[in-house]
């Protein structure tokens, strides 16, 4: 069965930095689309960032502009966000998600495998 993991969520403080990970498994990460989505407690899921299956487009919600980043590692069947000057704001679940578009599109009903989910909370 095809999955995906994410890790590398936890407490932050306001100003601080995580890098989540997005792990795959039974399939191949770099013939797909990855997203990373998040959703805060009574809010829409919202997509955030994602990269094209061959690594030359991203795509960021004018949210995280200038203070999230994406990257893949192939070898490792993985990839990263990298999440810097949180806000708390920026509290909530984060997901990742595959698809098969070359598109790099926000929007989550293109994606068909997802994670379970890491925590985010950024607070003092």
């Known amino acids: 069965q095809l999955q995906l993991v994410e890790s590398g969520g936890g407490l932050v403080q306001p100003g601080g930095s995580l890098r989540l990970s997005c792990a795959a498994s039974?399939?191949?990460?770099?013939?797909?689309?990855v997203g990373w989505f998040r959703q805060a407690p009574g809010k829409e899921r919202e997509g955030i960032l994602c990269?094209?299956?061959?690594?030359?487009?991203?795509n960021y919600a004018d949210s995280v502009k200038g203070r999230f980043t994406i990257s893949r590692d192939n070898a490792k069947n993985t990839v990263y966000l990298q999440m810097n000057s949180l806000k708390p704001e920026d509290t909530a679940v984060y997901y990742c998600?595959?698809?098969?578009?070359?598109?790099?599109?926000?929007?989550?009903?293109?994606?068909?495998?997802w994670g379970q989910g890491t925590q985010v909370t950024v607070s003092s």
């Open positions: 998600a595959a698809s098969f578009t070359s598109r790099a599109t926000l929007n989550p009903v293109a994606y068909y495998a």
């Open positions: 990269i094209s299956k061959n690594g030359f487009t991203t």
């Open positions: 039974k399939f191949t990460l770099d013939e797909n689309t």
